[in-house]
């Protein structure tokens, strides 16, 4: 499957973005998706993720409560809802497919950069 990321851009710290993820050459049918993120000279990191036949998720605690994963089945894309923006939110936001049963994500999109100033 490729994935098409995209809804990044620059945010006042408290603001919102909504992140889409659309995925090209099959459906996320059997597939988890999930969003990770990279700052500046960090590792990259998960950030919560969507099963697409159960809808069940799953978030880092960094981002509890001010983030929320969901998907369009008739549009076969994720959504990544940002709310409550925080500086420390910058990074280059990816999302990638991992087929049900397997323990590697083995799709991955070009990337979207969020930044987000104070």
């Known amino acids: 499957v490729q994935l098409q990321a995209s809804g990044g851009g620059l945010v006042q710290a408290g603001g919102s973005l909504r992140l889409s993820c659309a995925a090209s050459?099959?459906?996320?049918?059997?597939?988890?998706v999930g969003w990770f993120r990279q700052a500046p000279g960090k590792e990259r990191e998960f950030v919560a993720r969507?099963?697409?036949?159960?809808?069940?998720?799953y978030y880092t605690d960094s981002v509890k409560g001010r983030f929320t994963i969901s998907r369009d089945n008739a549009k076969n894309t994720v959504y990544l809802q940002m709310n409550s923006l925080k500086p420390e939110d910058t990074a280059v936001y990816y999302c990638?497919?991992?087929?049900?049963?397997?323990?590697?994500?083995?799709?991955w999109g070009q990337g979207t950069l969020v930044t987000v100033s104070s």
């Open positions: 990638a497919g991992r087929r049900t049963g397997s323990a590697q994500y083995d799709s």
């Open positions: 050459g099959r459906t996320f049918s059997n597939y988890f």
């Open positions: 969507i099963g697409w036949s159960t809808g069940n998720t």
